[in-house]
DNA sequence: TAGATTACTTGCATATTGCAAGTTAATATG
DNA sequence: CATATTAACTTGCAATATGCAAGTAATCTA
């Protein structure tokens, strides 16, 4: 039984999310891989929202305990680790595409009018989009370049 | 400019997300009142996780600030305050079915598996069955009695 | 082999959480 | 009408989590 399993406060499936990803921090290291094909402790750090170092390395942590995320050793440079979404993380992006889809409506000043083509997609058919952006984040691929107008 | 908005770390679509929601409480208040038809603070408070009454008081509020609750006055008993859910609150029901729809998939003790007939539900199509519940929440109805077998 | 770079860890001040108890206003009871 | 209950908080305080700066170990690079 994980730490995590230990303390959960119930079985409800939408306690189980929040046990899960439910913090500040979490989803943001999925975005960057997903949505910006990031992949190192080097590159999460450079993201706008301004992770502490403490909190990046415990929320990664956290994700690996939870089979969210998985890490291994860069080949080319034995000091670099690789952070990739197993297939547990992966069947989160239809969760993400649905809030990018919300905050689109109600954030005024949203970073997704740059990508009207996605928010669209999200809003016609978020599954079968999410099938096809499985695949290409499975190739290590950014997402979001494809549909910046 | 809220006190959400001065401290928004950016406008990305999922940070925003995160803002506004992105705790271990807030969800499950809007469960309660989606999923089990709760209304009021007392009844938010006997959930099964334990809302502590500061935290409880303290996500109320930011739900309001949010705009994604209102408050209003109880007609038969003036003690009470009724909490309900916006149009903006409403538009979550998606991303709280598709969170749903992952835990029942990973957590083995889901409690999603007494109501399989809503999570089949979700899967096949949480546009339109979204559609249908936020009518049944805007007449005050609780979903979750509907379909446990 | 000296200097970067990567992925952390540590220390510490501040902020948030969780538990228990107290407060205020409205309603129910005798 | 006086008293007890109930509902919705607020307050105090200890424990935990966060945020910032600095430090460390392993690996590459010149």
């Given at each position: 039984?994980?730490?995590?399993?230990?303390?959960?406060?119930?079985?409800?499936?939408?306690?189980?999310?929040l046990?899960?990803?439910?913090?500040?921090?979490?989803?943001?290291?999925?975005?960057?891989?997903?949505?910006?094909?990031?992949?190192?402790?080097?590159?999460?750090?450079?993201?706008?929202?301004?992770?502490?170092?403490?909190?990046?390395?415990?929320?990664?942590?956290?994700?690996?305990?939870?089979g969210?995320?998985?890490?291994?050793?860069?080949?080319?440079?034995?000091?670099?680790?690789?952070?990739?979404?197993?297939?547990?993380?992966?069947?989160?992006?239809?969760?993400?595409?649905e809030?990018?889809?919300?905050?689109?409506?109600?954030?005024?000043?949203?970073?997704?009018?740059?990508?009207?083509r996605?928010?669209?997609?999200?809003?016609?058919?978020?599954?079968?989009?999410?099938?096809?952006?499985?695949?290409?984040?499975?190739?290590?691929?950014?997402?979001?370049?494809?549909?910046?107008?």
């Open positions: 039984m994980t730490k995590k399993e230990k303390g959960m406060r119930s079985h409800c499936p939408v306690n189980y999310g046990e899960m990803f439910g913090d500040r921090w979490a989803l943001l290291i999925l975005r960057d891989i997903i949505f910006r094909g990031k992949r190192t402790y080097g590159e999460f750090l450079k993201s706008e929202e301004g992770f502490s170092t403490n909190i990046l390395a415990s929320r990664l942590e956290n994700l690996i305990n939870a969210i995320l998985q890490r291994s050793k860069d080949k080319d440079d034995g000091r670099k680790d690789i952070y990739s979404v197993t297939e547990k993380g992966l069947d989160l992006i239809p969760v993400i595409f809030i990018v889809l919300w905050s689109a409506k109600y954030d005024a000043e949203s970073q997704a009018k740059r990508i009207p996605l928010v669209e997609l999200i809003d016609k058919d978020n599954r079968s989009l999410s099938k096809s952006v499985r695949e290409k984040v499975k190739r290590g691929e950014a997402i979001v370049k494809d549909y910046l107008d």
